[in-house]
């Protein structure tokens, strides 16, 4: 892995895919699976379901009597995901935009979407959309960090509060959705049953600088005028050197629907 900057942005296929392999990716998501309680039989509905990351372990659980629906706006992450579900009979993919879901009203048993909130127009409005897509009783999972708690350490403190900054308010659309998991559930009309905090924690350089775009963002940062081009290259030629810390909030929020 490069220690200068310049790192350019990975295929987000790919990405997405590894992260979820990695430990912390791993763990919450196995929590998800199990708070949503799935059963055989169920209609269960992945909103953002990129390339189909978490589609096998739906069709696991809710078994050939089931139906997993992947939903994504991405025909190349749609492509992807068709390959990797392509003898699974009981996976229908649809491309569409989460604000407008392709289901049947009061049709889906359990919902998630993970890490896609702080993406899309209007996280108010895909939870509006969900909330018509489910039927009474559904269990809905949510997940999204916080990006306003991202902690990089490094000898230059102020430049690692100002790479936060940037993230928080240019880098991510809706970078603080994470906290407001619960009111926005609520406001949509369902109840929430669950809600946990968990700090992914990143060691490694090369997995932190993949998974946080700690390289490529920095470079966007100082092109833009937002961090001093110096003291960014240090910083980031600094964060290689001994031992890597870094780490942030990603809230999980279960809800029911009334």
């Not at 999972?141 to 509060?161: I, K, N």
Request: charged residues 25%; contains cysteine.
């Amino acid at each position: 892995m490069s220690k200068t900057l310049g790192v350019s942005r990975p295929d987000q296929a790919s990405y997405m895919l590894r992260a979820a392999s990695e430990d912390a990716g791993r763990a919450y998501k196995q929590r998800l699976l199990d708070l949503l309680d799935l059963r055989a039989g169920h209609t269960v509905l992945d909103v953002g379901c990129g390339p189909g990351t978490d589609l096998p372990a739906l069709a696991e659980r809710v078994g050939v009597s089931g139906r997993v629906i992947g939903v994504d706006q991405d025909p190349a992450m749609l492509a992807t995901a068709r390959r990797r579900t392509a003898a699974m009979s009981t996976v229908d993919i649809r491309e569409a935009d989460a604000h407008a879901l392709p289901v049947e009203p009061r049709t889906v048993d359990r919902a998630k979407i993970d890490r896609v909130l702080m993406h899309v127009r209007s996280p108010a409005d895909v939870l509006a959309q969900l909330h018509t897509a489910t039927r009474p009783g559904a269990l809905i999972g949510l997940v999204e960090p916080d990006w306003d708690t991202l902690a990089v350490d490094a000898q230059d403190l102020e430049t690692s509060r100002a790479f936060t900054r940037y993230t928080t308010e240019k880098v991510v659309r809706h970078a603080t959705v994470g906290r407001r998991l619960a009111h926005l559930a609520v406001k949509a009309g369902f109840r929430v049953e669950t809600a946990i905090a968990t700090t992914p924690v990143f060691t490694d350089f090369e997995h932190g600088d993949h998974t946080l775009g700690l390289g490529r963002n920095m470079q966007q940062a100082i092109a833009e005028g937002h961090i001093d081009r110096t003291r960014g290259e240090a910083w980031f030629a600094g964060l290689a050197h001994g031992p890597f810390y870094a780490s942030f909030t990603l809230v999980t929020v279960v809800c029911s629907r009334p």
